[in-house]
């Protein structure tokens, strides 16, 4: 098995930014999701409110990245990181982290293009958000994601689901940060700890799916599935797609390292 697609997401619920090699964190890779938008209440503004978030094209340029509206064709260039700004505490999900606020013209840009009252905020390296103690070990943190630092999938998976749908769907459904070519079909749900390179990782859980895989990543229209189809070969009573896994290492993955399973878990919700 190999590392055959790296993927980022700079700011949370909008479309990633393919990459071919990072450095590993142990809040999640390098730049992924440590921009995100919040509204008037400094809580998280989600892609599955606001499908509109996907109508952008992400692009690494310089020491940033550029955001591109697709309909207008306008930009904005963002950095990676900021160190200064206004501090303000945001929910995501139960969850509150310290953030900084972001110039305001780029949250002014994002708020007209969005129609929107909307601001851009930024997780320094001195916020901890902590991940679910059920599945962490240790003194784990995370990004603006969801709740876990990384999300492994495997082609094999996707393949054995396209087999089952109408109309294929790619691996941007599920928004995954590492997508593996080789193995089994869902066999990344077993995977306890394991090597991509030589940097370690833990997995934890699969992933529970929502409405957002039922969103085309380019139209941003909605859809059944693969939702109703992932409903049929539920684990543990759930719909599943992807491994929640967090880095025991944090060196440099990059396309085409060789993936090693040291050892698996009994069943998919085995805890660490």
């Not at 780029?106 to 905020?121: G, H, N, P, T, Y």
Request: charged content about 30%; hydrophobic content about 35%.
């Amino acid at each position: 098995m190999f590392l055959s697609d790296i993927i980022i997401y700079p700011i949370k619920s909008f479309p990633g930014v393919r990459i071919n090699e990072i450095k590993v964190e142990q809040r999640g890779l390098e730049h992924d999701r440590r921009w995100m938008l919040v509204d008037e209440n400094d809580k998280f503004i989600t892609i599955r409110q606001r499908h509109e978030l996907l109508l952008f094209d992400l692009h690494i340029e310089g020491n940033g990245f550029v955001v591109k509206h697709r309909e207008s064709g306008d930009t904005l260039s963002l950095p990676w990181k900021i160190t200064e700004g206004r501090e303000v505490q945001v929910t995501i999900w139960e969850d509150s982290a310290m953030a900084l606020e972001g110039r305001s013209e780029w949250s002014d840009w994002l708020a007209e293009k969005l129609d929107l009252d909307c601001r851009l905020v930024y997780m320094p390296d001195t916020s901890r958000r902590p991940i679910k103690k059920d599945w962490a070990k240790d003194d784990e943190i995370v990004s603006f994601a969801d709740g876990y630092p990384l999300l492994v999938a495997g082609s094999a998976s996707l393949a054995d689901l396209n087999g089952k749908l109408e109309q294929k769907i790619t691996i941007d459904r599920f928004r995954p940060n590492l997508v593996f070519e080789g193995g089994n079909p869902y066999e990344e749900f077993t995977w306890g700890q394991f090597k991509i390179g030589e940097n370690k990782f833990q997995g934890l859980k699969p992933c529970i799916r929502c409405i957002v895989t039922t969103l085309d990543p380019v139209t941003a229209e909605k859809g059944r599935e693969p939702l109703l189809t992932l409903s049929k070969q539920k684990v543990d009573n759930k719909i599943v797609f992807g491994q929640h896994a967090y880095a025991t290492d944090y060196g440099v993955i990059k396309i085409d390292d060789e993936i090693e399973v040291l050892n698996y878990k009994d069943s998919p919700y085995d805890p660490i």
